[in-house]
């Protein structure tokens, strides 16, 4: 048995030099057999707290909500924003609510922008937003009367640069000039969805270049550490489709030199528009591929972030599968690099909208947590504190139709495994190295305990359309 343990000990020396790590946490070691009534014994060893990437930009987690206006304490689902254990937000201001009349700096209307960026403020949370900015153009600053998120007339485009060092100074965190409830905003994002061409920006490209530029050079004089987001464009639902999306925006935009003007690519991800790339899944790792192809094609190497994705539980949808979704979407996130995945939204967004939310809408009762919500936290809790390792290929599972993603955590090995179609009615085997393995469901609930029950050093897990996380022993 101690040669057992010294084993461990050993392999953890090793592990540790190749995998970064910021504190050393105690856990408990189970040394097993593959016989499951046998007597266990329990060695404690000293393991890092591993984490998937170290990037001074993209400080937390990639877990991330989607609100609109009030994000602080007096908000009905401020509760439900740190219960969740989000350390990203998404919200906006528009620039009409700042200046709603060309005037000076000194007469700017800063409430609802406060109010927005509340989450950030030390004592509402401390998260790291992703603010957009540059929706909802005055109507004294727009190019077209019918257009408010753009595009800005030429000759207002000092006005906005004007507005957007305003703001970034407001929120940068040096001491001069800023809030009074000390939030502080590294990123910033200019304009939701300006693809569009029935609010946005959608035919023109070559312009929203310009407007890049001339934001760029505002927000880096106001702050030199700020990254610049590009506007997270939807890059699917096209014209040619009957949606309101100019297929050619993004490279409009890059063809005009707006690549030199934003540090970080971002873009929205529905598995609603999955078959756009060939996918039977959520579309999220061939959109990743083709949107990063994209850029390189520009001679670009950008973070990736995406700031909507999601799914739905309302008719036709149910719980179940937003459930599916969320476990997907999150776990492809860490496999193909995503800094940021925005779950949009916090709470049902009520209107006309399907109902996307983790908990539900205020507005007729108090807000409720959601199953998807309890998911969200499993999927925090279970895949913030690993190290992606790979995603199996279809011949180790044996299905070209399966998923599977290997995560390394702190007791071992995790898996993450599910089918696609979501429709599919199979159940198709995985046989993953182990002695035992405890499955848990989407929710983060134990399902099942499965043992190498004929010694050969295997487990066969039973994989369904259904998301399973998949602790080895």
């Known amino acids: 048995m101690k040669r057992s343990v010294y084993a461990v000990l050993l392999f953890t020396a090793v592990f540790c030099l190749f995998i970064p790590f910021t504190l050393v946490a105690q856990t408990s070691v189970t040394l097993t057999t593959a016989n499951p009534t046998a007597p266990q014994e329990t060695s404690y060893v000293y393991l890092p707290v591993i984490t998937n990437r ?28 740190i219960g969740s254990q989000s350390r990203w937000l998404r919200n906006r201001i528009s620039w009409e609510s700042v200046e709603p009349t060309n005037r000076p700096v000194e007469e700017f209307i800063w409430g609802g922008a406060d109010n927005a960026t509340a989450a950030a403020r030390p004592d509402n949370g401390g998260l790291h937003l992703v603010f957009v900015i540059g929706d909802g153009v005055p109507e004294w600053a727009r190019l077209l009367p019918n257009k408010p998120y753009g595009p800005i007339h030429p000759n207002a485009l000092p006005d906005f640069a004007e507005f957007v060092q305003a703001i970034v100074e407001r929120y940068d965190g040096d001491g001069y000039q800023d809030a009074p409830g000390g939030q502080v905003i590294k990123h910033w994002e200019l304009v939701n969805e300006p693809d569009s061409n029935r609010e946005g920006w959608g035919e023109y ?54 690549g030199n003007y934003f540090d970080v690519m971002n873009f929205h991800v529905y598995p609603l528009f999955a078959p756009n790339w060939d996918s039977n899944g959520t579309g999220l790792k061939e959109k990743t591929a083709a949107i990063r192809s994209k ?36 776990t492809q996130s860490y ?19 399907p109902n996307f939310g983790l908990v539900t809408n205020a507005d007729s009762g108090p807000a409720a947590p959601k199953a998807a919500y309890t998911a969200y936290q499993s999927a925090y809790n279970l895949l913030s504190n690993t190290r992606f390792v790979r995603e199996l ?54 399902s099942n305990t499965i043992y190498d029950t004929d010694g050969d050093g295997y487990v066969i897990i039973p994989i369904t359309r259904h998301p399973i996380y998949i602790r080895v022993n």
């Open 54 to 81: 170290h990037d001074s930009q993209f400080p937390a987690p990639l877990f991330g909500v989607q609100m609109y206006g009030n994000s602080g304490v007096s908000s009905p689902y401020h509760p439900y924003l």
């Open 295 to 330: 850029l390189a094609s520009y001679g670009l190497n950008k973070p990736v972030i995406i700031t909507e994705g999601g799914w739905y539980d309302s008719e036709p949808s149910n719980p179940d599968e937003q459930i599916a979704r969320l476990v997907q979407l999150f």
């Open 393 to 446: 290929p279809p011949a180790e599972t044996g299905a070209a139709n399966m998923e599977a993603y290997l995560f390394q955590s702190l007791t071992g090995p995790l898996y993450v495994a599910w089918l696609n179609p979501y429709q599919t009615l199979e159940t198709k085997p995985l046989r993953i190295p182990g002695s035992q393995a405890t499955l848990l469901d989407g929710q983060g609930s134990y």
């Open 205 to 258: 490209g070559s312009e929203y270049a310009a407007m890049l530029q001339v934001a760029y050079t505002a927000i880096k004089l106001a702050d030199p550490q700020a990254q610049v987001v590009m506007g997270g464009v939807a890059h699917d639902w096209f014209e040619y489709q009957g949606g309101p999306f100019n297929s050619s925006f993004l490279d409009d935009v890059l063809a005009a030199g707006g």
């Open 335 to 353: 496999a193909v690099n995503i800094k940021v995945m925005i779950w949009w939204m916090l709470h049902d967004p009520g209107s006309y909208f």
